[in-house]
């Protein structure tokens, strides 16, 4: 049986963009190539849309903040809409302070843009928020409490503080399976 026709074009750059940008980088404490990560997105984002802008923007979601791919690369390679998508999704690091520092302030920046966010920022960032969900619950389920220590901020409550108000943010996506995947291994990791 033939496979029905799909222009990925789209998609297939911001793969091979996001693969390059993420080159020779591993997945904090995970033992495994950070691309996986913004992999595990995408098919998250695809169980929600086939918008090829926003899996796209899925695949690219962490160029900016963690490699040295500027917006204006992706402006310049993706479009606005995708550039916009991204930026919605990175974190605003404070020049010359510890990151653990300004860990709650930055959470909660990022969360009050979430909430005012547009449905589509909103689906792209249940696919990362999904994926580090996931990834923390596997090794929560190994590890018990001591998986916090990988993270900047070491304090349980923190995290649960932070991914309880995530999925606030993001309850206009509660007719997904993807939100209740999300919300399920909240309550397991935090044991609600």
């Known amino acids: 049986m033939a496979n029905k026709y799909m222009d990925t074009g789209l998609l297939d750059r911001a793969i091979i963009f996001a693969v390059k940008a993420h080159h020779n980088s591993e997945r904090r404490g995970k033992g495994f190539p950070y691309i996986v990560h913004p992999m595990e997105a995408v098919e998250i984002v695809a169980t929600i849309t086939p918008d090829q802008e926003l899996l796209a923007a899925a695949a690219l979601h962490d160029t900016v903040e963690d490699t040295d791919v500027t917006l204006d690369d992706i402006r310049h390679e993706f479009g606005e809409r995708i550039a916009s998508l991204v930026e919605a999704e990175s974190d605003q690091l404070t020049e010359g302070l510890p990151e653990e520092d300004t860990w709650h302030e930055r959470k909660q920046a990022a969360i009050d843009r979430l909430h005012r966010a547009s449905r589509d920022a909103k689906i792209v960032a249940m696919g990362d928020k999904l994926s580090?969900?996931?990834?923390?619950?596997?090794?929560?389920?190994?590890q018990g409490d001591a998986l916090w220590q990988i993270f900047h901020v070491t304090d349980k409550a923190s995290h649960e503080w932070h991914y309880r108000k995530l999925a606030e943010s993001l309850s206009d996506l509660s007719d997904t399976f993807a939100y209740q995947e999300f919300i399920d291994l909240i309550d397991k990791v935090f044991h609600q």
């Open 132 to 142: 580090n969900m996931r990834a923390i619950y596997r090794d929560y389920m190994t």
